[in-house]
């Protein structure tokens, strides 16, 4: 049986045909073609005049098959290129929530990414600091607040200083949550409830108590349940220290860097303190986290929609996980 040769011109020529493919794809391929195809029809040309039929149609195969491979890179790239553009479609929904509703909120945006093309994209914080940075322009489609007052202020006509932020058709309360006086497993100092810590911050007994600043809601829950037991903050100084938020409050419990804390039942729950006692309507007050979609909403349909979803069975569940309540 004869064996097929080529000469080194046609070897080299074969050789270009899949260089030019895997290297430069469809478009370059075609270039460097157009220049050989002259060259390859002499070559079949001279090969008819030799009678080696056998050589043109292997020359011929290879040619289909190259072909072949350069449609398939092409369509592969195309496939890519689609897909990386479906990813990009990707819309951003901002929500400025209270840092008590991280875990919570965490789990719902899970729970909702995997059915919807958004990303959510949240920060949180202590809701005055959120506020802040909404009146100071920050963008955001969503506020929830841990109370009442941080809502207030970004919106028309429950504020004295004109800040038309919030969406007022949207606004409502969310959520209801409880203040709570918490301590860790070893509860090292044995504080019993309310009553017993007024009593021994009164007397300078040495215990340390975790609150919040005045200027963030667990703060201004505290203050109240001060008044209501008759507690001088200022007397009382050497025995409490304070967070900037009630994330802040809830690690130093948890580290027993303080005997107790006063915190949101949710956030108890969420780092395994005990709550000892938990303060009634008359020492703070209902404690309301209110919601609202923002006037400037950048991304709006897409916000509705999640507004609408935070108000479903599904989101609520993870909620009530915690220890939240419906509010509406």
């Known amino acids: 049986m004869s064996v097929l040769r080529l000469s080194d011109s ?136 841990a109370a009442l007052k941080q809502m207030n202020d970004i919106t028309v006509g429950k504020n004295d200083k004109g800040v038309d932020l919030a969406d007022v058709p949207t606004v409502f309360n969310y959520l209801e949550n409880k203040v709570v006086l918490a301590v860790n497993n070893r509860n090292s100092a044995n504080v019993t409830g309310f009553a017993d810590l007024a009593d021994r911050l009164k007397k300078n007994s040495g215990i340390l108590l975790a609150i919040g600043n005045s200027d963030v809601p667990v703060g201004a829950y505290t203050k109240k349940i001060f008044n209501y037991f008759g507690i001088d903050e200022n007397a009382a100084s050497s025995s409490l220290t304070y967070g900037t938020n009630v994330k802040e409050v809830t690690s130093q419990v948890v580290s027993g860097a303080a005997d107790c804390g006063i915190i949101y039942q949710t956030d108890a729950f969420s780092a395994g303190l005990k709550p000892v006692d938990s303060a009634t309507l008359q020492m703070c007050g209902q404690v309301i986290y209110p919601a609202c979609i923002l006037k400037k909403s950048p991304h709006r349909a897409e916000a509705e929609r999640f507004f609408k979803y935070l108000k479903t069975k599904e989101a609520l569940k993870e909620l009530e996980k915690v220890g939240f309540v419906p509010a509406f």
């Open 10 to 145: 046609e070897s080299q020529l074969i050789s270009k045909f899949f260089c030019s493919m895997t290297e430069g794809g469809w478009v370059p391929f075609l270039k460097v073609w157009h220049l050989h195809l002259i060259f390859l029809r002499i070559m079949v040309f001279n090969n008819v005049i030799m009678g080696n039929i056998r050589k043109i149609i292997v020359l011929a195969l290879v040619f289909m098959l190259a072909l072949s491979v350069a449609s398939c890179s092409r369509k592969n790239a195309s496939s890519a290129s689609s897909e990386k553009v479906f990813v990009e479609k990707k819309t951003d929904v901002i929500v400025f929530a209270a840092a008590s509703l991280r875990e919570s909120m965490t789990a719902i945006k899970e729970n909702y990414e995997k059915d919807n093309n958004v990303n959510i994209i949240y920060t949180f914080d202590s809701s005055g600091t959120l506020r802040t940075q909404l009146i100071a322009g920050a963008e955001c489609d969503i506020f929830i607040s």
